[in-house]
């Protein structure tokens, strides 16, 4: 089952910990100086926070695939839309793709 993923850029990482902590009910699965992600299984979301770009607001969206068929899946038809991909990782036991669809907008997908 494939996983969507939000990744917003924050400003004060705490405050915002605080923040999708209280709103999600938990506290995130991981939390590093500049990043936080919380696995949601309910919405199935990986949503991740960090520090790491100038500007607040959605950084990049993205979908986690289980396996390597949901991730040909979804690949072939977001390329489709795409103007720019770039291989991210083909390394064993991930595959990740980035792109740039006509939005502007960057876009990630990984198993």
């Known amino acids: ?3 969507f993923h939000v990744h917003v850029a924050v400003h004060d990482l705490d405050q915002s910990v605080r923040f999708y902590s209280t709103l999600f009910g938990t506290a995130p699965t991981i939390k590093k100086d500049d990043y936080a992600k919380w696995m949601l299984d309910d919405p199935r979301i990986n949503f991740a926070i960090s520090t790491r770009a100038g500007k607040a607001g959605i950084d990049h969206l993205g979908m986690q695939a289980e396996t390597s068929a949901e991730l040909e ?3 072939s038809r977001l390329l489709l839309l795409c103007e720019e991909r770039q291989v991210l990782d083909r390394r064993p ?3 990740r793709l980035g792109v740039v669809p006509h939005l502007g907008l960057g876009a990630a997908l990984w198993q």
């Open 93 to 95: 036991p991930r595959h």
């Open 1 to 3: 089952m494939k996983r």
């Open 73 to 75: 899946e979804v690949g």
